[in-house]
């Protein structure tokens, strides 16, 4: 069964750097995703991707969070100066279209730590 | 926006009991309501779904309901077994593809 994968499992990073997290969508899928976790709360949505553009963002995805898909299989979300509070599980979702369009496939998240 | 309301956070259960969880979400465009599985340090797994043009939705042990008049829908596992643990997650969507509102969870133990 296809899925979307996540690398890396963990990051751990110092407060201030940069870090860019990669994904997989699974590969017919037109609809890509971003949410996070932090430990022990509910599942937050960040952004949704579709058409090359951002389709949707929460309040959460300031202009430190910026997603890209630079080429026709990655989609990437980079956090340019990380703070202490973005530690947190980053899921990777992708979708389909049509009717199944809002069923949500989600990756086995990226672990980011800031230190 | 949405803000989607889950009820109880923990539930604890015995083997073969039934279980209910219970959300409530407050955007009267929302239409698709998934529920999520999540295992201690999974991937949240997609367990049922219903859309709004439906009340009722079974999968083997698993249903859900859905009142659009009071906004609420609910998940029902029966014959619970103890792999049945996990975090159960409700969300609100749209049509739109777009995103997901979850609830809070609610940390589900099965004991045999």
């Known amino acids: 069964e296809p899925e979307v994968t996540q690398t890396p499992s963990h990051q751990v990073t110092q407060m201030g750097q940069e870090v860019i997290l990669r994904c997989v969508p699974i590969?017919?899928?037109?609809?890509f995703y971003w949410y996070r976790q932090i430990l022990g709360q509910k599942v937050e949505f960040l952004v949704s991707f579709y058409n090359n553009e951002i389709s949707e963002k929460s309040e959460i995805f300031d202009d430190q969070f910026s997603v890209e898909r630079p080429d026709g299989s990655n989609f990437t979300l980079k956090i340019r100066s990380t703070k202490l509070e973005d530690s947190a599980m980053y899921f990777c979702a992708s979708s389909f279209s049509g009717l199944a369009k809002n069923i949500q496939y989600f990756g086995a998240g990226t672990r980011l730590s800031v230190l | 926006g949405e803000n989607v309301e889950q009820h109880p956070s923990t539930l604890s259960v015995q083997e073969g009991d039934s279980a209910v969880i219970k959300c409530t979400y407050s955007?009267?465009?929302?239409?698709?309501f998934p529920w999520y599985k999540q295992e201690l340090g999974k991937r949240p797994q997609l367990i049922i779904d219903i859309r709004s043009n439906v009340g009722e939705k079974k999968d083997q042990r698993i249903a859900v309901t859905l009142n659009k008049t009071a906004k609420h829908f609910s998940l029902h596992i029966t014959e619970t077994q103890p792999e049945d643990s996990a975090v159960y997650f409700c969300?609100?969507?749209?049509?739109?593809?777009?995103?997901?509102?979850f609830g809070k969870g609610t940390t589900l133990s099965v004991s045999s």
């Open positions: 590969s017919n899928h037109l609809y």
């Open positions: 969300a609100a969507g749209n049509q739109a593809g777009t995103a997901l509102i």
């Open positions: 955007d009267s465009a929302s239409n698709y």
